[in-house]
Nanobody
Framework: QLQLVESGGGWVQPGGSLRLSCAAASGFSLNDYAIAWFRQAAGKEREGVSCTSSGGGYTHYADSMQGRLTISRDRAKNTVYLQIYSLKPEDTAVYYC????????????????WGQGIQVTVSS
């Protein structure tokens, strides 16, 4: 079964940047999967941040974070990255990567595979 592992989170000052990574822990290839990033802040619902389709021809970024995100896929390393720039305190949340076959779908319930989540804290 596909297992996802996030890394790269932590504490960062406002205005800083982070690169989150999502890798497959179980030896499965991510190439056949759309990979999405979601986040959930304390007391709030999980929201979509970004997604890249399996072939890479489609990418999506949340309107609230437009211009501050880059999603990319390294097929040789079997890893998907989310670069977040100009971080704000309101970006503080647990970030999750998720996978589903081929195409990006906005609702988290459409993703069958999830990582354990990684904390991102933005504060001075």
């Amino acid at each position: 079964q596909l297992q996802l592992v996030e890394s790269g989170g932590g504490w960062v000052q406002p205005g800083g940047s982070l690169r989150l990574s999502c890798a497959a822990a179980s030896g499965f290839s991510l190439n056949d999967y759309a990979i999405a990033w979601f986040r959930q802040a304390a007391g709030k619902e999980r929201e979509g941040v970004s997604c890249t389709s399996s072939g890479g021809g489609y990418t999506h970024y949340a309107d609230s974070m437009q211009g501050r995100l880059t999603i990319s896929r390294d097929r040789a390393k079997n890893t998907v990255y989310l670069q977040i720039y100009s971080l704000k305190p309101e970006d503080t949340a647990v970030y999750y990567c998720a996978a589903r076959p081929s195409a990006c779908i906005s609702l988290p319930t459409n993703y069958g595979y999830w990582g354990q989540g990684i904390q991102v804290t933005v504060s001075s």
